[in-house]
Every structure is written in structure tokens, then in C-alpha cells.
């Protein structure tokens, strides 16, 4: 690549984000030099197979690429792996690596992500305790899987689910430790909790809801079992630590950008510097489909629609960043697919029946569809993404008449004209 | 190793020689084929590989699944009743070697 000179963009992290965005700013003609740093030393790999079929008994050995091997220079996208920053320089406009050189930007985008979040209790890092997240900890889990008889995981949030009903096909007796009384209470409706709790329990996992961790139990230095807040032991050769994430924020907060959770962006994605932006799971934003109020969302769609509109930002176009989001998780044979953002307090109707394992829950608020969270019913889904994107208006009193079809719904209420 | 070929509504395909058992997203994906996205990683849930598959192997297709089916609904350009699939459920080997299809103009 020759031809492209001086500061153009410098994207720090190379997940789904960062190279979604390098991608969109060449196939939008960006002309300046386009920067991928990335702390990890591999080539850039998606992140969503890592706690499922990277794990599963037949799982290929290597992780999925996000791009071919020839794409990053084959577009002129600088793809530095193993380059860490340590700070940002806002009055030179320079992010300084740990190896002591700098790189000049025009703009800059960060795509940290989020890294896991390890309790604060006794033990928490020992080896056999495992974090969900990168591919050095995937690799670790699929090595230890096929010899372990027990596993304990913390947290039944979705990669934690996702792990244990992995697990439990490696044939390794699982029980998951929650604090909350529900599977999944922070992402769900109570009707769907309920669903995925049977449903773990007839996969012969263990699920011991409103049990905190302790601490972890070590014998020569490694990890053995794990103690819960009630003083019961669970033996485990493995941990994982399914607690959640936590946005990588701290270049951000170094550099005096404005962080509320994530780093705060504006609807164009812009942080309180003009000239940095902030995409994906490092970063919190004004929601329009929840009344412009901050959100951070952890999610491959919201990464890369974001990525999107960060180039779209970049390449002149000043438009508000409105997608509605969506996610998928994989818990063995059950395929959850949500539309929307499920709060605490929605008022739920429930399409299809919960007893035969297909059906959805839809989420209103202020009589205003919120959420649609669907297992085994991708005709639902789709309809829901439809229903948002065409900012329809169902209510509850329609979506509970005898007979109701999202599908026929979406389909016909969303024709042009 | 089975040879795809992708047609982007240019004069040039793009011929691709997939490894054994990679799926018409993947081998896509890995040689930086334009137009396929393959978000969800292949797992049927994203709709973003979408493809047209040529007339000529439609009969030697792996049948659809369900949620195949249901997530054809989920495309961005218009769904061919006969000719849409999601590339990622599509593993090219006898009789789908060389596989031929077109590749819509919006996946997002």
C-alpha cells in the first residue's frame, strides 16, 4: 500500500468493532492511513463461538477468523497485533505504546471492549479459574474440558449458560453458582428464566440460584472447589468466572474523556473530544429506542452497526446512530434470539407455549412493544426486527387476540407505501 | 477442494477453492469475498450471509432447516422463494463442486 500519508485513523482493538470499522472506512473510499492496534498477538477472530462450539467435543481447533489473512493489507489497513497503548495524548494527538513509541492520529476510534470481571474473593486467581473472553482463555477451557469431572461456574448469565451447557456435552458434572434468583435476571423476563432454568436442569446441570461466591478453595496451588456464601463446597477442576464484563474504560478515563459506564459517546458516536469516537462494548450511548437514555450494550450487532456508523461519521455523513439491537445465545439444543432490550417491569404477552419448547415472550412498556425474546421461534425474531426497524406500534391488547401472528403482522404492517 | 463461485453482479467472479467441509459463508469470509458477512459466525442466527443459489444445484441442496427457513425472513435484500439460502448452512462437496451463486446487493 503506498500513497496514503499523515495521521488518518488510529482504532485501538481489534474485535468485532475494530475491524468491522477499518472494513466500512475502505469500502467507503476513506483515503488517510487507516491504524488497527490490537493488545492480542493473533489475528483478529470473532468472539461469539469462543464459549460454544470452539468448546463443543468436535469443535475445530482453531478459532474462527474475522477476515482472511490477506485482507488487512490488501486494503491498506495497518493491522498491528501485540501493539498495547498505554495512554492517549489528546494535545498531540498521539496514543503512546508500552514499547515507547507513538502513533500520530487524525482521529481516534476506541474499540476496547470489555474485559471479565473476577470477584473479589479469595482464590479468584488461581489456575483452574478460568475468564470467558479471549482466546487464550477459550484455549485453556478446551483444554481442560475433555479431563475434568467437574466444573463450576459463576454466574448464569449467557456465557456462563452457554459454557455449562457445553460442559455438560464433554460429559463434566456442572453446577452454576447465582446470586440472583434467576437465570439470566438482568436479560430476561421471568417467563424465559424459567424456561432456560428447566431446561439446564434437564441437561443434568446443577443450578444453585441465590448462591454467592465466596471464595475458591485451593490444594497445591490450584483451584478445587468452590465456596459458596451459604458454606457449602462445590468441587470443581475447573472455575469459570461467568460474572459478567466490565468495559475496558481506563485509557478513556486517563485521557479526561467523559466515562458513564462505558466511555461516553454522543448520537454520532463522537466522545467529549470531537476527535476521538468510542464503538461496541467500551461504549455508552444515547438510546433512542429507549427515550435517548444512556445504554451500553454487549453484542456482535451492536459492535458492528456501530462500526458502521463510526465510518459513516468519519467519511462526512452526520446521522444519529438509531439501530434497534438484537443478540443470540446458543444453550445446547435451545436457540434464544432476543429483538429489543427486556427491562424489569415490561408487561408480557407469550406467543407459542413455553411446554413444547417454542415460543416468545414480547415485552411492552407504556403499552409500547419493548422486546421480543424468542427460543426455537426464528419466525419471531425476525418479525420483531422487522416490528422495530419499522418503528410499528403494537399493542398489547393486539398482540393478546386469540390467533395473533407476529410474522403476519410484521409482514403486512410493514409494506411500503 | 471444492470450488465456489461468487457472483457480485460485476463482469469477474470471484472463484474461491473452499478447504473440505468449509461452509459457502466461511470460504467467503476467509478470502475476503465481497457482499457476505457472516455475523453470527454461522450459527443461522443473523441472516447476513444470504445468497442466491444458481437453478442448476437447487435439487442437490442440503435440505433447509427450520430455522434456516424462518431466518430467510430476516434478509436484507428480497428473499427468492426458490433460490435464497443462508450460505453458512451450505457445505459445497459431490455434486455442489463447483456450487454457483449470486450474492444480493445488501446483507445488512
Known sequence: ?417 | MPRIIYHNGTAEPNVVEAADGTSVMRAAVANDVPGIVGECGGQAMCATCHVYVRAEHLDLLPEMSEDEEEMLECTAAPRDEKRSRLSCQIVPGPGLDPIEVDVPADQI
Not at chain 1, 496514503?4 to 483515503?31: F, K, M, N
Not at chain 1, 503512546?96 to 502513533?103: I, K, P, S
Not at chain 1, 473479589?120 to 477459550?138: E, F, N, R
Not at chain 1, 464503538?279 to 437514555?293: L, M, N, R, Y
Open chain 1, 1 to 417: 500500500m503506498t500513497g496514503r500519508s499523515g495521521a488518518g485513523t488510529v482504532i485501538v482493538g481489534a474485535g468485532h468493532a475494530g475491524v468491522q470499522l477499518a472494513d466500512t472506512l475502505r469500502t467507503g473510499g476513506y483515503p488517510d492511513r487507516v491504524v488497527l492496534l490490537d493488545a492480542q498477538d493473533t489475528a483478529p477472530y470473532q468472539r461469539p463461538p469462543l464459549s460454544k462450539e470452539y468448546l463443543a467435543p468436535d469443535g475445530a481447533p482453531e478459532p474462527v477468523p474475522l477476515r482472511g489473512e490477506r485482507f488487512y493489507s490488501d486494503h491498506g489497513i495497518e493491522l498491528r497485533p501485540g501493539a498495547r497503548v498505554r495512554a492517549i495524548d489528546r494535545a498531540a494527538r498521539a496514543v503512546l505504546l508500552d514499547d515507547g513509541t507513538a502513533v500520530d492520529y487524525a482521529t481516534l476510534v476506541l474499540a476496547t471492549g470489555a474485559e471479565p470481571r473476577r470477584p473479589p474473593v479469595p482464590g479468584a486467581t488461581l489456575p483452574g479459574v478460568h475468564g470467558p473472553v479471549t482466546l487464550a482463555d477459550a484455549r485453556a477451557l478446551r483444554a481442560a474440558l475433555p479431563g475434568a469431572r467437574s466444573a463450576v461456574v459463576v454466574g448464569a448469565g449467557f456465557i456462563g449458560l452457554e459454557f455449562a451447557a457445553v460442559a455438560r456435552a464433554h460429559g463434566v458434572e456442572v453446577t452454576v453458582l447465582e446470586a440472583a434468583e434467576r437465570p439470566m435476571a438482568r436479560v430476561l423476563s421471568p417467563t424465559m428464566s424459567d424456561y432456560f432454568a428447566g431446561a439446564h436442569t434437564r441437561m443434568g446441570t446443577e443450578l444453585r440460584m441465590g448462591e454467592a461466591l465466596a471464595s475458591i478453595e485451593e490444594d497445591r496451588g490450584r483451584a478445587v472447589a468452590a465456596v459458596g456464601a451459604t458454606g457449602r463446597r462445590y468441587p470443581a477442576d475447573l472455575v469459570l468466572m461467568g460474572v459478567g464484563v466490565a468495559p475496558r474504560v481506563a485509557l478513556a478515563r486517563e485521557a479526561g474523556l467523559r466515562v458513564c459506564d462505558g466511555v461516553a459517546v454522543d448520537t454520532r458516536l463522537r466522545t467529549s473530544d470531537p476527535s476521538i469516537l468510542a464503538i461496541g462494548d467500551c461504549a455508552t450511548f444515547p438510546a433512542p429506542w429507549q427515550g435517548g437514555e444512556w445504554v451500553r450494550l454487549e453484542s456482535v450487532q451492536n459492535a458492528t452497526d456501530q462500526a458502521r456508523h463510526a465510518a459513516g461519521t468519519l467519511l462526512g455523513v452526520e446521522e444519529p446512530y438509531t439501530e434497534p439491537p438484537w443478540f443470540w445465545s446458543i444453550q445446547g439444543e435451545h436457540r434464544l434470539q432476543i429483538a429489543g432490550v427486556p427491562r424489569a417491569g415490561d408487561e408480557h404477552v407469550i406467543l407459542g407455549d413455553p411446554e413444547r419448547g417454542r415460543f416468545s415472550v414480547l415485552g411492552f412498556r407504556g403499552g409500547v412493544l419493548g422486546a421480543v425474546e424468542s427460543v426455537n421461534r426464528p419466525a419471531d425474531h425476525a418479525a420483531a426486527r422487522r416490528v422495530f426497524r419499522h418503528g410499528l406500534s403494537l399493542t398489547p391488547e393486539r398482540a393478546g387476540e386469540p390467533g395473533f401472528d407476529l410474522k403476519s403482522y410484521a409482514a403486512r404492517a410493514s409494506v411500503p407505501g
